[in-house]
């Protein structure tokens, strides 16, 4: 077990000004890992791949949130609606509403975050400006429709660089949007709060860019290894 207990409590008191919440990345870890963080008394785990997090779900204690934070394709909602807390990389429609009939099913409401693009890389998924105008407009003209998933704020990652100034801005471009698009469309809303964005090597610097939401794993975990299966 490679989990460092001693950065997980250095990440806790960075994040207490800001009030901002921990996501614990466990994909590709063993539960073993999961619940020593369990332990110490992480209750939100993020993971990315459904089977994996289906897997993990069945065998770990209940009260744990879990959080879907990578690309998800509508024909696996299903696997994960009966529990999944907030599914963090939402980027079409199609999606969304898949993701309201699922959790519809299960008489249940799932958070959703819209993923939006702001890396300079062409690789990262995410809807671009245009596209989240889209949706909107969609989702607006017809909220009945989408009664099952609350739609609790923005998502987003930055260009995998060493250059801060460059993801400090991306940070920020993100920031405006979600403040524009709050006030535009959901300002008496009780849910779009959140702002996902900060991963272990740029988290310092989504905190001053105001994140609400960190997404950390190999600070806690130990690097991942994908050589294997996964
Ligand atoms: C893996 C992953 C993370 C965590 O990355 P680290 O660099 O290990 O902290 C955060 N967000 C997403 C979407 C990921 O896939």
């Not at 990578?70 to 429609?93: C, E, R, W």
């Not at 609350?150 to 995998?160: P, Q, V």
Request: net charge negative; hydrophobic share 40%.
């Amino acid at each position: 077990m490679s989990i460092n207990i001693t950065s997980y409590k250095e990440v806790l008191t960075k994040l207490l000004p800001y009030h901002a919440k921990l996501v614990a990345v466990s994909k590709t870890k063993p539960v073993e890992d999961i619940t020593a963080f369990y332990a110490a008394g992480q209750r939100i785990f993020g993971e990315n791949y459904v089977q994996e997090l289906a897997d993990k779900q069945a065998v770990l204690p209940a009260d744990i949130e879990w959080h879907f934070i990578g690309h998800l394709q509508s024909n696996k909602v299903k696997y994960i609606a009966p529990f999944v807390h907030t599914i963090h990389a939402v980027d079409s429609v199609k999606l969304l509403a898949e993701i309201n009939k699922q959790a519809a099913k299960h008489g249940r409401s799932i958070h959703c975050l819209l993923q939006v693009h702001i890396a300079a890389e062409e690789t990262k998924f995410g809807m671009d400006q245009q596209e989240l105008q889209q949706l909107l407009d969609t989702y607006m003209a017809n909220p009945a429709d989408f009664s099952q998933v609350h739609i609790a704020g923005m998502m987003g990652m930055a260009t995998n660089t060493t250059n801060e100034t460059q993801i400090r801005q991306e940070f920020h471009q993100l920031h405006q949007l979600f403040g524009s698009v709050k006030s535009t469309y959901f300002n008496t809303s009780d849910y779009f709060k959140e702002l996902s964005i900060g991963m272990s090597a740029d988290y310092t610097l989504a905190l001053e860019e105001g994140s609400t939401m960190v997404r950390i794993g190999s600070l806690l975990f130990g690097e991942r290894n994908y050589n294997g299966t996964k």
